[in-house]
């Protein structure tokens, strides 16, 4: 007990003595030259961009202590900036975190700073003294050139009652890409996903073992399940789709969220997917929360049951998500789009895609995992025809 309380006295006396302090901001500076130019953003990132105020008073910063600067962000030629802020904790060092990324020139004008304090007593943040200087610094990030733009679709509904044994997918022609970027292979590349505003994602976060390609309503990366997104730093919205490329960037798979449960006619009604709990001012995606009683007949056991069918994909509405295959300083980028359509226009739409023997060119063979194969095989076969009026009709044939 003795031990807590001097901890406590020590405590409020470096309060007090903090308190006496008049702070003192000086003239901030920039870590790099105005007009700086980097050839991709690992080099920008050794950097970051950092202004400093020099403090030449000392003033004592604990941990309780923060410095915030507002500031414009003016992206390539753009004549209105985006509003944004800086923090630091405990020192004068304030880090721009801002998702800066490759092929854009930035201007950065800063518009006030404040020194708060956050009353733990109170509950509340003290502003303790404000600067109204304004800093700019100018920079560009050179990137990949784009050399080549690959755009895939695909269509959806609730008519998929199985999306993994119906599976919905793209095919890339490889060897477009490759010949492209001047390479062999695509193991002599790298492959990102895009967040909407290009930053780059690596697999280790949109692969399976994190993201597993899911995006919530406006498009970003999140987590099917919920809980926290590490990687933005903020708790995931609802998952609403899904597009993955796989790492041989031959094809393209689309999901949607699609959750079942017995339907109990007495149980009250629950929106799935969580809220949204942020401690910083972030705008939530709009997200639809859906749901139907679907009817499922069991021809063994002539009986009908029903599940409460949720989803968040709309009808009508288009998903998207794009990658980029990044190597000897160009890049070729994948768009794909998901079209969530009714279910009387997917039914529509597969049914013109069965060609007669007749119109059938040339078949090539393909496993479910976008493998090239000699023949088909028994099983879901992915078959790509070319017909004799010069278009191409890829589709799924299960061999028994």
């Known amino acids: 007990m003795k031990k807590i309380y001097f901890l406590l006295l020590l405590i409020?006396?470096?309060f007090s003595t903090a308190n006496a302090q008049t702070f003192e901001w000086g003239t901030a500076t920039w870590n790099i030259p105005d007009g700086k130019v980097y050839e991709n953003i690992d080099e920008f990132n050794v950097d970051g961009l950092v202004l400093t105020y020099p403090n030449p008073a000392n003033y004592t910063l604990t941990f309780f202590n923060a410095i915030g600067v507002d500031y414009d962000l003016y992206v390539d030629d753009a004549a209105e900036p985006i509003k944004e802020e800086a923090s630091s904790r405990a020192n004068t060092v304030v880090t721009f975190n801002y998702p800066f990324v490759e092929g854009h020139k930035y201007k950065v004008v800063t518009t006030g700073a404040a020194l708060v304090f956050a009353n733990i007593a109170t509950y509340t943040t003290d502003t303790l003294s404000t600067n109204s200087d304004s800093y700019s610094i100018s920079f560009e990030i050179k990137g990949p050139e784009l050399v080549k733009t690959i755009d895939v679709d695909a269509?959806?509904?609730?008519?998929?009652?199985?999306?993994?044994?119906d599976l919905t997918f793209s095919l890339i022609d490889v060897n477009s890409v490759t010949s492209a970027l001047g390479v062999e292979s695509i193991a002599e590349t790298n492959i990102y996903g895009l967040k909407l505003n290009g930053a780059y994602v690596t697999y280790d976060w949109y692969g399976p073992d994190y993201f597993d390609g899911w995006r919530d309503a406006d498009g970003e990366y999140t987590t099917w399940g919920g809980g926290y997104n590490r990687l933005d730093g903020h708790n995931a919205y609802p998952a609403v789709y899904c597009i993955k490329l796989n790492q041989t960037a031959d094809t393209v798979s689309y999901f949607f969220y699609d959750y079942w449960r017995e339907y109990d006619p007495n149980a009250s009604e629950e929106i799935g997917g969580g809220g949204v709990i942020t401690p910083v001012k972030r705008r939530a995606p709009q997200t639809s929360y859906n749901s139907v009683i679907w009817n499922w007949y069991d021809e063994e056991n002539d009986t009908t049951y029903q599940y409460d069918r949720k989803y968040r994909c709309n009808?009508?509405?288009d998903y998207k998500a794009s990658f980029a295959i990044v190597a000897n300083k160009k890049m070729v980028k994948i768009n794909a789009t998901l079209h969530f359509v009714s279910q009387e226009d997917y039914l529509t739409g597969i049914n013109?895609?069965?060609?007669?023997?007749a119109?059938?060119?040339a078949s090539e063979y393909y496993s479910v995992g976008g493998a090239r194969l000699s023949s088909?095989?028994?099983g879901i076969n992915i078959v790509k025809s070319?017909?004799?009026d010069g278009r191409t009709v890829t589709?799924?044939?299960l061999v028994r």
């Open 315 to 317: 009808e009508g509405q």
């Open 395 to 397: 589709r799924k044939v």
């Open 352 to 357: 013109t895609l069965k060609p007669t023997e």
């Open 12 to 14: 409020a006396s470096t």
């Open 155 to 165: 269509k959806m509904s609730l008519a998929i009652t199985d999306q993994n044994a």
């Open 359 to 361: 119109e059938v060119v």
């Open 386 to 388: 070319r017909l004799a």
């Open 376 to 378: 088909p095989q028994r």
